[in-house]
């Protein structure tokens, strides 16, 4: 079984900073995308940031130049730096890890979020 732990959310000012992190522990053969994903109140889990077994990344559009995600195969990590913050990034964020086996097996995994407080 796969097992996702992120930390680092927490209240900052809108025009700050803050790094998220994501540790996997457990073990499946298989190659790992990671993701991003956000979570505000009343409103449906969105796609934040991803990046492959690669190292391929991608954002949604309301991130990019802002949020910069990274891994660390060898910690087993992932990590998402978010800079010049706004209000509406105020929402938990949530890491997702997708085991990939072959073309035709995904299976998804997920953390269980860490919230990020943006006030104005």
Do not use: H
């Not at 086996?101 to 997920?110: A, F, H, K, Q």
Request: with cysteine; aromatic share 10%.
């Amino acid at each position: 079984q796969v097992q996702l732990v992120e930390s680092g959310g927490g209240s900052v000012q809108a025009g700050g900073s803050l790094r998220l992190s994501c540790a996997r522990s457990g073990y499946r053969f298989c190659k790992y995308d990671m993701s991003w994903y956000r979570q505000a109140p009343g409103k449906d889990r969105e796609f934040v940031s991803g990046i492959d077994s690669d190292g391929i990344t991608s954002y949604t559009d309301s991130v990019k130049g802002r949020f910069t995600i990274s891994r660390d195969n060898a910690k087993s990590s992932v990590y998402l730096q978010m800079n010049s913050l706004k209000p509406e990034d105020t929402a938990s964020y949530y890491c997702k890890a997708t085991c990939v086996v072959g073309v035709l097996s995904r299976t998804d995994y997920w953390g269980q979020g860490t919230q990020v407080t943006v006030s104005s």
